[in-house]
């Protein structure tokens, strides 16, 4: 919670070599490794956690070349943003918004500020090890997906090949092997219903001599319980057995289909049984957390055409919906469940990725996700230096990424007046990608402790 008046023990680093210092708002790890960021940059930064708007002026008055504004919450931010533009309309400021919307309003009201997301920041981060092992991140150019690849030091621009999609395949699966219990009782009963109507045709053509119009009305209006076949009473006996038989099977079938169909129509349903919000079953990535980053995520990698599926704790959480309205398939649980996991066909997966807002839940994902399928690849996400530490050296559990630290390095240079377009790992180095292509190194190692 934010509470103004509140400021954080970070100590601030030297003069910065005459340069005049950055003030850097926003409590949590994000606001602290930017203000790190900066100070290996050789700039002073000021931090502020939650101030009142007294200290914002009194900070704004001691001289600083820019501020930046970066926090979770697009509401706390805008809330700082209005004190800082209260006090001074000229100065410099950062965001970080992850509504676009609210971002594109900010930005055309208010000049001399820039936009951004921690979202937007590391999900080419994230997507690049999703897509392939050998991406260290994914470029969107001209509306295409481009995976970038390391080759000695440096970064080359790959095509990303979309798994060719399998149509006939892919409705095949989507029949046989559907996701959520509700799909498998309506699936299985129309097909039940179907084999049923099927059969008591073919038989009483052949058992019963009757042209195949007639056999085909009389199964039909046994099937839907108006009126029995009146010339079964004049078959065989074992014909009248047999045919008793398959009405009460079709009895069964037509109970479960009515109770999947029931259970679709009057639940919140976050999958479908066919099309883009089907549960995929082979060449998928996924995403467990649907927060800001997974969202983001989860668009990435379709944009890249990679199937992709989303588990989130909260059915009722403000990006479900939206994940709804944008045809992304939502299954609500724990992705540290074995059994869940089981559900989502990990052998077939491409990749798991663990990017929740909670360090240790996306460490308990990891080694669900190994222990269901011990070759999946997972790609983890942490935002704090020292757990990345320890997760990589360990645990070993998959790649790791230290998302706020990723982010620091775009952030701070950003707050410099530079003008990067992006940040990729290259091994445990973030590098600042700027339009020419060019490449720099961050002060900061992406992995190393926190040192604090």
């Known amino acids: 919670m934010c509470v103004p008046g509140k400021k954080a ?21 994000l606001g602290d490794e930017t ?29 600083v070349q820019s501020v930046a504004i970066v926090a979770r919450a697009d509401p706390i931010v805008l809330r700082m943003a209005l004190m800082v533009r209260a006090v001074s309309e000229d100065t410099p400021l950062l965001l970080t918004i992850f509504d676009p919307t609210m971002a594109e309003e900010v930005t055309r009201e208010w000049p001399n500020t820039q936009v951004t997301s921690l ?11 999703c897509v392939g092992e050998d991406f260290t991140a994914v470029t969107v150019e001209d509306g295409h997906p481009v995976g970038l690849v390391e080759r000695d030091g440096d970064l080359q621009e790959q095509p990303i090949a979309s798994p060719k999609p399998h149509l006939v395949q892919a409705l ?23 084999a049923v109507f099927a059969i008591e045709t073919i038989t009483a053509v052949f058992v019963l001599d009757e042209k195949l119009v007639d056999a085909t009305y009389g199964s039909a209006k046994t099937l839907v319980t108006v009126d029995p076949n009146p010339k079964v009473s004049k078959g065989p006996d074992w014909y009248k057995y047999f045919t008793s038989a398959t009405m009460i099977v079709a009895l069964v079938f037509a109970a479960g289909f009515t109770a999947g169909l029931v259970n679709r129509v009057i639940d919140r349903r976050l999958t479908g049984i066919l099309g883009r919000r089907a549960v995929p079953r082979r060449d998928h990535v996924v995403v467990v957390g649907l927060g800001q980053v997974g969202l983001r995520l989860c668009l990435l990698l379709r944009a890249c055409g990679i ?35 089981r559900q989502l066909s990990l052998p077939n997966a491409t990749a798991v990725a663990a990017v929740t807002a909670d360090d240790l839940e ?23 230096g020292q757990v990345a530490n320890e997760t990589r050296s360990l645990l070993g559990l998959g790649l790791v990424r230290d ?14 007046g530079d003008e990067p377009e992006s940040v990729v790992c290259l091994g445990d180095d973030a590098h600042l990608r700027f339009p020419d292509g060019r490449l720099e190194r961050a002060a900061l190692n992406t992995l190393e402790g926190s040192g604090g």
């Open 9 to 29: 023990d970070l100590p601030v680093a030297g003069d910065g070599g005459g340069r005049r210092p950055v003030l850097v708002i926003g409590e949590g790890d």
């Open 35 to 63: 203000s790190r960021a900066l100070e290996a940059a050789g700039v002073r930064a000021l931090r502020l956690d939650c101030p009142s708007e007294e200290e914002v002026r009194e900070a704004l008055e001691s001289g």
């Open 119 to 129: 979202a937007d920041i590391v999900a080419p981060s994230l997507a690049g090890p």
């Open 172 to 194: 095949v699966r989507d029949l046989i092997s559907p996701y959520d219990k509700s799909a498998k009782l309506l699936l299985l009963g129309a097909l039940g219903l179907v």
């Open 307 to 341: 199937p992709v599926v989303a588990v989130d704790r909260d059915g009722e959480g403000e990006n479900v919906g939206l994940a709804k309205e944008l045809g992304l398939p939502v299954v609500v649980g724990r992705g540290a469940d074995q059994s869940l996991m």
């Open 362 to 384: 996306n460490i308990s994902v990891a080694m669900t996700a190994r222990a269901v399928h011990r070759g999946v690849r997972v790609v983890l996400r942490v935002g704090d």
């Open 403 to 416: 998302v706020h630290r990723i982010a620091a390095a775009l952030l701070a240079a950003m707050a410099l």
